[in-house]
């Protein structure tokens, strides 16, 4: 059974950092490509950061170019993000997501999610 487990959230001060990381049971986890999401209080989930199943291609939300960064260890089957200068406005659920569009179909899993509040 596939599992997406996330660690790392917390409560961090504006301006801090934190690292969230995503360990994947996914045999073929090298084949996924890597999400997080992120789900702040009445606000519809929204992708925040994405990187190609080998690695070499990265996306970001306009919002947090500059201060997080995505990464994955494909030995370890591990997905993480960084996050610096923390906002208020990065408050939320942040959800590990994994993708793959086969011949064989579409195969997607979701974390159950890390919470992250940042106040001071």
């Known amino acids: 059974q596939v599992q997406l487990v996330e660690s790392g959230g917390g409560l961090v001060q504006p301006g801090g950092s934190l690292r969230l990381s995503c360990a994947a049971s996914?045999?073929?986890?090298?084949?996924?490509?890597m999400s997080w999401y992120r789900q702040a209080p009445g606000k519809e989930r929204e992708l925040v950061a994405r990187i190609s199943s080998a690695g070499g291609s990265t996306n970001y939300a306009e919002s947090v170019k500059g201060r997080f960064t995505i990464s994955r260890d494909n030995a370890n089957h591990t997905v993480y993000l960084q996050m610096n200068n923390l906002k208020s406005e990065d408050t939320g659920v942040y959800y590990c997501?994994?993708?793959?569009?086969?011949?064989?179909?579409?195969?997607?899993?979701w974390g159950q999610g890390t919470q992250v509040t940042v106040s001071s």
């Open positions: 996914i045999a073929t986890f090298s084949s996924y490509a």
């Open positions: 997501n994994a993708l793959k569009t086969a011949w064989a179909g579409r195969f997607e899993y």
